[in-house]
Structures are given as structure tokens and as C-alpha cells.
């Protein structure tokens, strides 16, 4: 198994991702650690997690955006665990896309960059403390394609994933020299994940502004990639566990990217 003997803290471990990625985690042998603000969500990912596999899973309620909560739980983990291998951050905002910046106020603009780096870097900042102590670990981000494309209605999703994929380069050379690795990863919109997270509602606006459905606005958005579709939770979540293993040991600083040729490096 990849994971086998890993210890697995996933922030936002409720969400569409981070329960896909707990249920991979799981499979492949990680002790898993969720966190995140909804317990009935963490309590339904944690038993898809033993479904899947999992002999030990633990949850608890953490506001990821608060520094002390996140450092009080991730000491809890590494005194109970042992150690802390793999930290992923795949907390969500909800947030306004689809506007031009006419139609866009600062508040919204600011919304999504201050609450993705936030979050990241808190928990990153609590999970490289532990991880540059025992002298190994692999830190997980989620950007998405607003990183590198353009225009209208994407100025707040591109400042916070450009913004994301800076700081997890950085970071990764930062951390590189310990041992400790920084992957990001880049999916574009998982056609799997409306019915289950915030993108469902904030992808509904977007087609409601452009007059057409959800489904449409989904069919035209798998049109634009090389593969005709769009990715799925377990294709990022394998990608994930795959990241977090021995097996990509020399795999850092990198940004992988899951948009099914929506973009081309």
C-alpha cells in the first residue's frame, strides 16, 4: 500500500476532495486525522474512510483559519500519532465568479485570496513546524486553473491560485532542504463534486449570469479540454495519495496539473 504506516491530517476533510482523498488515503494505509468545521460532514467522511478501509480514524471540529486551533490539534496528532507525514489543505470558500471588475467589489475580490493563503498558510505553518522536527513530511495544496487563465469574472480566483502556486513553490524551497516536500495541485472543475460542495451553488451563478443551465454550462467547460471531460474526485485523490508516497520521494515544488488538457504546459 502506498500510504501503509502514514500519518494523514487532511483540513477540509468533510469537503467533496478531502473525503475523496481520505477515502484513497484510507485504502492505501494511512491514519487518517480529518479536521474541519461541519461534524456531521466529518462524520460521514470518516465512515466512507472505514468503509474503505481504515482502522483508525479520528475527527475534530478546527477552524482552519485560526492559528492556535490548528497548532493545538496537529501537537495532539504528533503526541498521539507519533508524526505527522502528510498534511493536505482542501478547505474551501465559496466566492464570486463570473463578474467584471466593474460589477466586482473589493470585498469580494479580496474574499477568496485572503481565505485560500490564509488557510494554507496557516496550516502549512503548523504542519511544517512538526514535519522540519522529525525531519521528513509532504505538505498538499489545491489551486485550480484560475492560476494561469484569463478573462472575465476570474480576477479573484486567478490573484488566489496564482497566489497559492507561489507560495507553495516557495515553500517548497523553503522546506526542500529538511526533507519535507511541497506538492500543489491543480484540477479544473470536478463534474462530480457540484451536488456535494460550494462549487455547486457558485458554478449555478455563473450559468444562471450567462443564461444557460448547470448542465450546459458543465458540457461547455469539458468542451474546452483536450479529453472532451472534465476530471473527477477519485482522479485527484489518487493523484493525491500517489504524491504523498515514497514513491514520488523526489517530487517537490511542483504544480500537477488535473484539468484534463483545459490546460497545456
Not at 56 to 62: E, N, R
Not at 206 to 211: H, K, M, V
Request: contains cysteine; charged residues 15%; proline residues 2%.
Amino acid at each position: 500500500m502506498l500510504l501503509a504506516g502514514k500519518v494523514a491530517v487532511i483540513h477540509g476533510g468533510g469537503g467533496s476532495i478531502g473525503a475523496a482523498t481520505a477515502r484513497v488515503f484510507a485504502r492505501e494505509g494511512a491514519r487518517l486525522f480529518l479536521a474541519g468545521r461541519s461534524l456531521p460532514r466529518l462524520e460521514r467522511a470518516a465512515a466512507a474512510a472505514r468503509d474503505a478501509g481504515a482502522s483508525d480514524v479520528d475527527i475534530a471540529v478546527i477552524d482552519a483559519m485560526d492559528q492556535a486551533d490548528v497548532d493545538t490539534h496537529l501537537d495532539g496528532v504528533a503526541m498521539r500519532a507519533g508524526s505527522v507525514d502528510v498534511a493536505l489543505n482542501a478547505v474551501g470558500f465559496d466566492h464570486v465568479q463570473g463578474l467584471a471588475i466593474a460589477d466586482t467589489s473589493l470585498e469580494d475580490y479580496l474574499h477568496p485570496t485572503v481565505g485560500y493563503l490564509t488557510t494554507n498558510f496557516v496550516t502549512a505553518k503548523a504542519a511544517s513546524r512538526v514535519m522540519l522536527a522529525q525531519g521528513s513530511g509532504v505538505i498538499l495544496t489545491i489551486s485550480t486553473p484560475g492560476a494561469r487563465l484569463t478573462g472575465r469574472g476570474l480576477i479573484g480566483n486567478a490573484a488566489q491560485s496564482a497566489g497559492l502556486e507561489g507560495f507553495s513553490r516557495a515553500l517548497a524551497g523553503e522546506l526542500g532542504p529538511a526533507g519535507v516536500r511541497v506538492v500543489c495541485v491543480r484540477p479544473h472543475a470536478l463534474s462530480d463534486a457540484v451536488d456535494s460542495s460550494y462549487t455547486g451553488e457558485m458554478f449555478g451563478r455563473i450559468a444562471a449570469a450567462g443564461g444557460i443551465g448547470m448542465d450546459a454550462w458543465l458540457e461547455g467547460l469539458a468542451g474546452s479540454t483536450l479529453m472532451g471531460r472534465l476530471p473527477v474526485l477519485d482522479e485527484v485523490a489518487e493523484y493525491l495519495a500517489f504524491a504523498a508516497s515514497d514513491r514520488a520521494a523526489s517530487m517537490t515544488g511542483g504544480i500537477a496539473n488535473l484539468t484534463a488538457g483545459a490546460l497545456v504546459d
